[in-house]
């Protein structure tokens, strides 16, 4: 299997792998299918783009409500009579959930099928957001999200799964940049859509705002994506398995998201940070002897999913801290009500979608690693433009251009962390590894805002001027500066793929 690992650090190669070939006794599976085993290269779907609107509609949806509660908590707070902590868990919940259970999401998506996969997340999400929206108390707020994070950590892997199997060659990477897109543009969306709804009908509103959409959008997928045989296993689930990686990956994000408000070394921190090592250690325990493993520990040494992920973790983990910063200087600092607020951040989703979709023509033209690095040092130049701020703390001028040239650096990178990481798939790893990649997401933006938080601590409590947030923005531009550098060294040199994409191997 030594070639076919060797073809993986590289876009040039066009190998067919077996994925079964590099788990224990692989070989001898192998050996034993060698003359039943038959490539079938898939036909191109109808209707394909149509199916790419749907998908990243429904992605959308799970973005947005990352960032769409900041701006309400105020008035989520006043109407259900909860402090400071209980909305702290209001936005941490739904990022546990979501985070936490990413990868048995994308394991449920590959043996499930997609298809079931992303309308079952879809609906239970649907569904969630209309309790939400009623929510008469805390309790039942926080209970809606939980359950909201635990069907979008199920619909996102099956999303992109299927944007990766639906579309081949040169095709993929503009759909895998529309995608990306999705990201960036549903983060900044959520403070504009946050606050629009907020100051207009009330916060109820941007959780009912979900339901129209999730309705229309589930019956139109429905009939409209194609049911594929799912793949499936003659083993029994690697229950021990997901139950490692979710503890995992729990207790890592909620660490990091709690590190925050209690520091880094407060014993409460501590204890999540060494359960997340046990857990993961555990993880890697169980794969090592599952006869059929939650993820295939190959998968995790292939450069392409290696490199997409660590440019995924750093451009999530660059954004979304952002996002916050800004918009917690524009409010605090600024004196900004939730309309404006919200409103200064358009010109910065344009910048991200534009960037993105620049990044997409890009990659199949020069490849991933020269787009994720210079969208990278573009970010770095946009976060020094914000560390900048004048002592008396400026105004909008002083602050939505760096984050637009930041957003606008950032979309390309995202575009190029899923298609690289994505780039030699096949169709029965797709719903894992994009599990695997959205997790990254997920961890990039809570470490990245738990930093940011810890050093933008003085400004954020009110009674260090502008020094907390200019320091923050300038880490964020070192930070991304050495990531660019990373990048372009860890990232396979050449152009994705643009053969017809990855083959059933039966």
């Avoid at 010109?347 to 690095?373: D, M, Y």
């Avoid at 880490?475 to 060294?489: N, Q, R, S």
Wanted: aromatic share 6%; with cysteine; net charge neutral.
């Amino acid at each position: 299997m030594q070639g076919a690992q060797d073809a993986h650090d590289t876009f040039g190669a066009h190998d067919v792998h077996d994925p079964h070939g590099d788990a224990a006794g692989g070989h001898a599976h192998a050996h034993a299918h060698a003359h039943s085993r038959v490539e079938v290269r898939d036909a191109p779907t109808p209707r394909r783009w149509f199916v790419l609107t749907l998908v990243c509609l429904a992605q959308f949806m799970l973005i947005l409500d990352v960032t769409v509660v900041n701006v309400a908590l105020p008035s989520i707070g006043a109407d259900l009579g909860l402090g400071r902590e209980p909305l702290t868990w209001v936005v941490t919940a739904y990022a546990l959930a979501f985070g936490g259970l990413m990868i048995l999401g994308g394991r449920i998506a590959d043996t499930l099928g997609r298809r079931t996969a992303f309308l079952l997340g879809l609906g239970v999400f649907t569904a969630a957001s209309l309790a939400a929206g009623f929510a008469p108390n805390g309790a039942m707020l926080l209970t809606a999200r939980v359950v909201q994070g635990a069907a979008a950590a199920l619909l996102s892997p099956a999303a992109l799964a299927l944007v990766t199997v639906t579309f081949h060659g040169p095709e993929r990477n503009r759909a895998l940049g529309v995608w990306a897109a999705i990201g960036g543009t549903g983060a900044a969306a959520g403070v504009l859509v946050g606050g629009l709804l907020t100051a207009g009908p009330g916060w109820e509103w941007i959780f009912f705002a979900n339901v129209p959409i999730g309705v229309a959008v589930l019956a139109l997928a429905a009939s409209v994506i194609p049911a594929r045989p799912r793949i499936a296993s003659g083993t029994r689930p690697d229950l021990p398995g997901a139950l490692a990686a979710t503890a995992g990956t729990t207790a890592l994000i909620l660490g990091v998201t709690r590190a925050g408000d209690v520091g880094w070394a407060s014993p409460w921190t501590l204890l999540s940070l060494t359960g997340a090592a046990v857990g993961y250690a555990l993880f890697v325990l169980v794969e090592r002897t599952s006869a059929d493993p939650l993820v295939p520990l190959a998968l995790l040494t292939r450069r392409p999913v290696i490199s997409g992920a660590f440019v995924m973790l750093v451009a999530s983990g660059l954004l979304i801290p952002l996002f916050f910063l800004g918009s917690l200087h524009m409010q605090h600092t600024l004196g900004f009500d939730s309309l404006r607020t919200g409103s200064a951040f358009l010109p910065v989703a344009v910048a991200v979608t534009v960037g993105a979709h620049v990044g997409g023509l890009l990659v199949g033209r020069i490849g991933a690693r020269p787009v994720g690095a210079g969208g990278l040092m573009l970010a770095a130049v946009g976060a020094l433009w914000l560390s900048r701020l004048p002592e008396h703390g400026g105004g909008m001028a002083d602050v939505v251009p760096g984050l637009a040239l930041a957003a606008a650096g950032l979309g390309p990178a995202f575009v190029a962390a899923t298609t690289t990481a994505m780039s030699r798939v096949h169709h029965d790893e797709a719903g894992i590894t994009s599990g695997v990649v959205n997790t990254f997401h997920e961890l990039g933006g809570a470490l990245g805002v738990a930093l940011v938080s810890a050093i933008a601590a003085p400004s954020i409590a009110g009674g260090g001027g502008v020094g907390g947030y200019t320091d923050a923005f300038l880490a964020c531009a070192g930070t991304a500066v050495v990531a660019a550098l990373v990048a372009f060294v860890l990232v396979p040199a050449g152009r994705p793929p643009a053969s017809d994409g990855p083959r059933h191997v039966h």
